[in-house]
């Protein structure tokens, strides 16, 4: 883990939630809507990836579709990720639910995120 992401790490292990969340793993991404970028829906990696998946939001709103597992009609929720803001998915939405930005969701031109994960793989070191 580079160091330049060690406080953002202290800072979210102060939540409760994030308490013993150790990542190991964290990928940048910048979308840019004008560009046509989406995120298309998947559930990231569920052998490979910890039981939490963490992302912050550095720039540009934008709102994610959340879909159950369960084919179509399958329930659908839309939430909120604003600029400087922190996603945490883990239990049902983590194991159960895909999720997605189309790029009509993009509130800002460009967004950029950084992912955080606990890889399972010991000495996994991204």
Request: one cysteine or more; glycine letters at 8%.
């Amino acid at each position: 883990m580079p160091d330049a992401f060690l406080p953002i790490i202290r800072r979210m292990r102060a939540l409760d939630a994030l308490r013993d969340f150790r990542p190991n793993e964290a990928n940048a991404i910048e979308y840019v809507r004008s560009r046509g970028d989406s995120l298309g829906a998947h559930c990231d990696d569920r052998q490979l990836s910890g039981k939490i998946l963490v992302n912050l939001c550095l720039a540009g709103s934008a709102t994610m579709t959340y879909t159950r597992d369960q084919g179509s009609g399958a329930a659908s929720y839309r939430a909120a990720l604003p600029r400087r803001g922190l996603q945490i998915q883990s239990g049902e939405v983590r194991y159960n639910y895909q999720h997605g930005i189309q790029n009509r969701d993009f509130d800002d031109d460009r967004r950029v995120s950084i992912t955080f994960r606990d890889n399972k793989y010991a000495g996994h070191h991204v």
